[in-house]
């Protein structure tokens, strides 16, 4: 039986300002569907890109300071923890940064020792 230890691993997904204010855009970063948004104050939110409801494309969604509404039929989650405030399922929120101008993302990945 192995062990695995947790790792992060660092994704740049290019300049911060290809997101206009106030939207968001979907990656493909190794298995994940990320959506990155750029909120008006300028902050980064990160969430899975898929909506557990139905599939809905979150980076499609209208975002304010706080939630993200998803396009199809209007669940909201929290950008900050991906929590879900109208029951459906949660979904995954990531650390994302902008560093020099370009977007870093952290993924937590099972390494193998
Ligand atoms: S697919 Fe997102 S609310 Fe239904």
Redesign the pocket.
Known sequence: MSTATTGVRLYKLGPADQIPLGEGRAFAISDHQVAVFRLRDGQIRALSAV?P????PLADGLTDSQQVI?P????AFRLIDGHCTTG?PSVQAYHVRVDNGELVLHLHAQLDP
Do not use: K
């Open positions: 909506c409801h139905r599939g809905g998803c199809l039929h209007n669940h459906a």
